[in-house]
């Protein structure tokens, strides 16, 4: 079940990965930094910082097949399209 979110909000993904026989979920929990695309070819980074402060950013199509659900864990206002420049700081 994906819910809706959009820019500046902090989201929870989680994909599963793997073959027939193990299939294994993984989740990927961060704050959204763009979205591109219309329809099916849309797509989505989320951004998230992981230990001793490297940051990790990863992006989705969000009509894959893969993804099993998006949740919204925190909405922010925000008034950019694009936040790149949370990657300077």
Known sequence: ???AFK???VVKVTTHSGDEKKVHATTFEGMVIAARGKNSGR???VRKVASA???VERTFPLA???????KVIKSTKVRRAKLYYLRNQ
């Open 1 to 3: 079940m994906q819910q």
């Open 7 to 9: 820019i500046g909000d």
């Open 43 to 45: 797509t989505f980074t």
């Open 53 to 55: 402060g490297v940051a």
């Open 64 to 70: 894959s097949p893969y993804i099993e659900s998006i």
